[in-house]
Nanobody, 124 residues
Framework: QVQLVESGGGLVQAGDSLRLSCAAS????????MGWFRRVPGNEREFVAA????????YYGDSVKGRFTISRDNVKNTVYLQMISLKPEDAAVYYC?????????????????WGQGTQVTVSS
């Protein structure tokens, strides 16, 4: 059974940093593209970042470029999202997702497995 478990969310002030982690189990982690998405209640799920199997290809959503960094550790079966210079508009539930295809996609519908999410709240 595939499990993706996010952690690291919390309440921070604008300008602060956070690092989210997503621990994966039940899959061959190094064979999966991993992504981060976020959702604000009432809105569609928004693409944040994605990383290829080896980490050689990385994509970011326009709103987070230059502030967020995705990385992965294929030994620990974990993907990370380092977030700096957080803004109130970054507040959302952040989800980790896994995708079997080799294509690093930004479309949430293309991802096969999802975590439960971790809340990030940013006060101004």
């Amino acid at each position: 059974q595939v499990q993706l478990v996010e952690s690291g969310g919390g309440l921070v002030q604008a300008g602060d940093s956070l690092r989210l982690s997503c621990a994966a189990s039940g899959l061959t982690f190094s064979s999966y593209v991993m992504g981060w998405f976020r959702r604000v209640p009432g809105n569609e799920r928004e693409f944040v970042a994605a990383i290829s199997w080896s980490g050689g290809r990385i994509y970011y959503g326009d709103s987070v470029k230059g502030r967020f960094t995705i990385s992965r550790d294929n030994v620990k079966n974990t993907v990370y999202l380092q977030m700096i210079s957080l803004k109130p508009e970054d507040a959302a539930v952040y989800y980790c997702a896994a995708k079997r295809s080799a294509i690093v996609g930004t479309n949430a519908a293309a991802y096969d497995y999802w975590g439960q999410g971790t809340q990030v709240t940013v006060s101004s």
